[in-house]
């Protein structure tokens, strides 16, 4: 079975859309994250519940 030179073209040039598509996804990604860093960096996030109790101590179990 022999390839075209057409088809190879148009294979190639779907795969680059598809990883043209997944780039832009990565950006805004990249965007949001580095946000939230700079969110949790100003300090002004009040602790809120799972994180407002203090750490056990040593011997204990993080549930008690």
Known sequence: MKIKIRQ???????????????????????GTYSSMINLLRKGRVKNTPPFSKKASGPGKSGLE
């Open 8 to 30: 190879v073209q148009e294979m190639i040039k779907r795969k680059v859309q598809e990883a043209a598509a997944q780039g832009k996804f990565q950006d805004y990604a990249k």
